[in-house]
């Protein structure tokens, strides 16, 4: 299995421009997470999906941040306008509902807005 | 609301020591709890994983203990080697309902050669 993949891997914005990261998780998972992680706040949880439906998305900052699950294989974190205070690495994790209960985490996209 | 804190927040020891990483957490009422590595610039990976009913969990030279009533868990590392060398994070599940994790800010080993 190739695992969550992110893209883009890295991406350098200007303050205002719209951002769209990517997210396909590894097949057959059907929970997905978005985290952000800063050196102030560390590792936080954005929102999390549960067989493509949005359970939890106390975590997403602001209006200016979306994310969507279309289908079980494909979901996108969209933040508009962005800020430089936006400025971090976006986790993407998925895991499968069971007894282990592990989170797989992708690389991760680095984000820089000036 | 849950806390996870861990100490310390960087550690330096020479290669072969065995060490013992700390995470406790406010909220005692918890599902299980995870230890990852995260490597720089990489994605973390789960090392252990503690229901709350269990007192342990070993993997190799990984032993990951879990004391719920004191909010504590311990991450003991035997014989460390330089390629331990990584973050290490611990997280929190609140209970079945949610999927979500509460995180440590980690602790950054480095095992000297």
């Known amino acids: 299995d190739a695992g969550v993949i992110q893209s883009p891997r890295h991406e350098v914005t200007e303050m205002g421009q719209e951002v769209t990261l990517r997210c396909k998780p590894i097949?057959?998972?059907?929970?997905l997470f978005w985290y952000r992680q800063t050196m102030m706040r560390g590792l936080e949880l954005l929102i999390y999906f549960n067989n493509n439906v949005p359970i939890d998305d106390s975590g997403m900052p602001e209006d200016r941040f979306s994310a969507k699950m279309p289908n079980a294989s494909f979901s996108t974190l969209k933040i508009q306008p962005s800020e430089p205070r936006d400025s971090a690495v976006y986790f993407c994790a998925s895991r499968t509902s069971g007894v282990t209960d592990t989170q797989y985490f992708g690389p991760g996209t680095r984000l820089t807005v000036l | 609301k849950q806390e996870v804190t861990q100490i310390p927040a960087a550690l330096s020891v020479p290669e072969g020591e065995n060490l013992v990483l700390n995470c406790s957490f406010t909220d005692s009422a918890i599902y299980n709890l995870q230890w990852f590595r995260q490597d720089p610039g990489k994605g973390l990976t789960s090392l252990l994983l503690i229901q709350s009913s269990q007192r342990e969990q070993t993997s190799g030279r990984l032993n990951a203990s879990l004391d719920k009533s004191s909010g504590r868990s311990t991450l003991y590392i035997a014989a460390s080697q330089p390629g331990d060398s990584a973050t290490y994070l611990c997280a929190v599940r609140g209970s079945s309902n949610t999927g979500k994790l509460i995180f440590g800010q980690g602790t950054t080993l480095q095992v000297k050669p």
């Open positions: 097949s057959g998972h059907n929970s």
